[in-house]
């Protein structure tokens, strides 16, 4: 928290600025999908910087060329989606809870990404996201989606997935990229100031013959294996 009230109080003049910038974005709706995700990654190089962040990345080589997929993460805090937005270097988008996307910073990055907002309390609704999530993957966008129920204290543990966040890619029969965030947690979970590295692995995705006959749970269970178990080999050997 103390680096999170730092950035924001040094940042200042440019959180304004691209509060601004993001309504003006908005208002003209010409920007297109690279544009966009180029405005949100100066946004998080300015962040970055101003709160002594680093972040490595791992496995790039694993991303799909072409089309779209589905990228499943393990949570660990607020910094997560801006750190693999910021080695992601085509543009993606993050499916969010409704609720936590209201806050004003958050709110005005997920607009400008054109990202998708789902409803806890109504089931109705959450089944609409996910198929509007389902046919734009289906179409070529690229997704960031946590399955854990939460990131409260998980720090470098993993949670039980929700089974129901696959839905998008089993409905899109898109690539599954398992994605490693190792120390995303310390950024603005620790009260401390001074430089901090974290890092985003990209594993070898699931392609959709490797999981279009298991269930949901069954392919839940396996990518959370996946992210378990290479999490717990970096965190053994550092």
Request: a positive charge.
């Amino acid at each position: 928290m103390v680096r999170f009230v730092y950035v924001c109080t040094i940042s200042l003049p440019f959180i304004i600025y691209y509060l601004l910038k993001t309504k003006y974005v908005e208002r003209r709706g010409s920007y297109n999908e690279e544009e966009r995700y180029r405005i949100a990654r100066h946004m998080i190089a300015l962040m970055k910087w101003n709160g002594m962040i680093r972040t490595v990345v791992y496995g790039t080589e694993n991303l799909p060329a072409d089309g779209g997929y589905v990228m499943y993460a393990n949570h660990q805090g607020k910094y997560d989606s801006l750190g693999i937005i910021s080695v992601h270097q085509k543009p993606c988008t993050i499916l969010i809870d409704e609720k936590r996307s209201q806050l004003i910073l958050v709110n005005s990055f997920i607009s400008l990404l054109k990202g998708s907002r789902l409803d806890k309390t109504d089931m109705r609704s959450q089944v609409t996201t996910i198929n509007q999530v389902a046919s734009e993957v289906s179409s070529g966008r690229r997704y960031i989606v946590f399955p854990e129920g939460g990131y409260e204290n998980n720090g470098n543990h993993i949670q039980d997935f929700l089974p129901g966040a696959f839905k998008c890619a089993i409905r899109s029969k898109s690539p599954i990229v398992p994605v490693v965030l190792v120390d995303s947690y310390k950024v603005f979970g620790r009260n401390v100031l001074g430089f901090i590295t974290t890092q985003v692995h990209f594993l070898p995705p699931l392609m959709y013959e490797d999981y279009a006959k298991l269930s949901s749970r069954e392919i839940s269970d396996r990518v959370h294996d996946l992210i378990d178990q290479r999490l717990h080999e970096l965190c053994d050997a550092a």
